[in-house]
């Protein structure tokens, strides 16, 4: 399989986001993570950040924030930077918006939800008590309640990618998940660290997720139930 942003992200949408530059030059698709720092930084110096929606007074904002038209931040938000968010998005109370995040135009990031070191394309939801770390989530995709996008393995190692045919290192220590356009991930899902989805594809409610899953795919987990009578 091949990993190319193209084989995650409809090229044409992606070619009209203000942030479409961070994805040339890239081989495989992640390797956009370890750019969006320096990317910002740079892009900050060129165009200052503006606090152009309507930001609650008891939101928290940083420094180098943008803030775009139309977007709403409501009370409780944190949102820490370096960070970049879109217009008419929705970032709701309890919100942690942590350094080097991207979130695209018309995007929700919804209560208790935490972001770090991640890019929403367009039209992303991260609506409730999600956790998204190292990360980036394709035009009109959706987490349900609960879905952690993990980054981190327990034994510290590097994130390898391992289909049939190969076994990539990827130099990350630190890598969530490449969510592709108009993915949904039901709620409470996990998604363990180096998780790539494709296009279109669903992983249903609880599901534990290692790997790759190609474009137009649906992951069902399957659970055995015992049923007794109730004692009297």
Request: aromatic residues 8%.
């Amino acid at each position: 399989m091949s990993f190319k942003t193209q084989d995650f992200f409809e090229m044409d949408r992606l070619n009209k986001i203000v942030h479409a530059a961070i994805f040339e030059g890239v081989t495989h698709v992640w390797e956009v993570l370890p750019k969006i720092k320096r990317y910002l930084v740079d892009y900050f110096k060129k165009n200052p950040p503006q606090i152009l929606g309507e930001v609650d007074s008891f939101a928290k904002i940083g420094p180098l924030v943008h803030i775009g038209k139309g977007t709403v931040v409501e009370a409780g938000a944190v949102i820490k930077g370096p960070a970049w968010i879109g217009e008419r998005c929705e970032i709701r109370s309890g919100a942690y918006i942590r350094d080097q995040v991207i979130v695209g135009d018309e995007s929700i990031v919804g209560n208790s939800s935490e972001l770090k070191n991640s890019l929403l394309v367009h039209r992303v939801q991260v609506p409730h008590f999600n956790y998204v770390g190292d990360s980036i989530l394709g035009t009109g995709s959706h987490l349900g309640a609960g879905v952690i996008l993990s980054n981190f393995k327990l034994t510290g190692e590097g994130i390898v990618i391992r289909d049939q045919q190969q076994k990539i290192e990827t130099g990350l220590r630190k890598f969530g998940a490449i969510i592709g356009d108009h993915v949904e991930i039901g709620c409470h899902a996990v998604l363990n660290p180096g998780s790539l989805i494709g296009p279109r594809s669903m992983i249903y409610s609880g599901v534990q997720w290692r790997g790759i899953l190609g474009p137009d795919q649906i992951v069902k987990a399957t659970v055995a139930y015992c049923i007794t009578a109730k004692n009297k």
